[in-house]
């Protein structure tokens, strides 16, 4: 018995290991307000009001800002900008082991990354990630042999900033912003057929700089979901 229990925590491994380095793209939907300035400090009025002794000169200044709403088609018209480049009909924006990259029109395929040339990044602030997670195994011996089954729940929070930066690639109407927030990820799995689900992606931050030239805070949500699909062998 022994060394059946021996053999059998050994061969869970391997399902485990598999499992963990899946994770399948799914579309993302950006609700974000961007404010700009929208009409500088200046005087919008003058009034004269006069006595028999003096006249009063009266000036009305005014400064105000604008609020439009930043989606995902917003920053896929940024990219295509940054790289000179249009998508195909249908692209949009996905998320992808937490990057936002370009998916097609399903959504589970990822048609471009712009982290691959450092103008979409993601990084994870300080202690980096946290998970909780609960897993339940079942390993079955029969005259067949051993097989693994179970299921897998996972929920990563995390610090994370995205910034963008096509500085290096555009000379005009050029993008630089970051955006800090707190990212929840929650996920779950089948340790036998190594399918796993993105049950909700949740990033809610703010941030701001340069937006094609025009200085920009930026604040609001991204989230994202996914079927999954068998892991790669």
């Known amino acids: ?13 391997p399902v485990l290991a598999a499992y963990a380095i899946f994770d399948p793209p799914g579309p993302a939907t950006l609700d974000l307000s961007a404010i700009v300035r929208d009409q500088p400090f200046q005087i919008v009025g003058t009034k004269t009001n006069s006595t028999g002794r003096a006249t009063n000169y ?6 105000t800002t604008a609020t439009t709403h930043f989606t995902g088609s917003n920053l896929l018209a940024i990219i295509e900008h940054s790289f000179k480049t249009n998508f195909p009909a249908g692209s949009q924006i996905g998320e992808h082991f937490e990057n936002l990259v370009v998916v097609d029109s399903t959504g589970t395929n990822v048609i471009f990354d712009p982290s691959s040339n450092s103008v979409l990044t993601t990084t994870f602030d300080n202690n980096g990630e946290f998970e909780s997670a609960t897993e339940t195994q079942v390993t079955t011996v029969s005259s067949n042999g051993v ?42 799995g089948n340790l036998k057929t190594g399918f796993q689900k993105i049950i909700s992606f949740e990033f809610q931050g703010t941030g701001g700089g340069p937006v094609l030239g025009v200085p920009t805070i ?15 062998p």
């Open 1 to 13: 018995m022994r060394k059946l229990v021996a053999f059998m925590a050994v061969s869970v491994l």
């Open 58 to 63: 009266l000036y009305f200044w005014k400064d």
């Open 147 to 188: 097989t693994h089954s179970g299921s897998y729940n996972s929920t990563i929070t995390a610090s994370i900033t995205y910034t963008y930066d096509d500085t290096a690639l555009v000379t005009t109407n050029q993008t630089q912003f970051q955006l800090k927030g707190l990212m929840v990820k929650k996920s779950m």
């Open 218 to 232: 930026l604040t609001g949500t991204i989230s994202a979901k996914a079927s999954g699909a068998p892991a790669p």
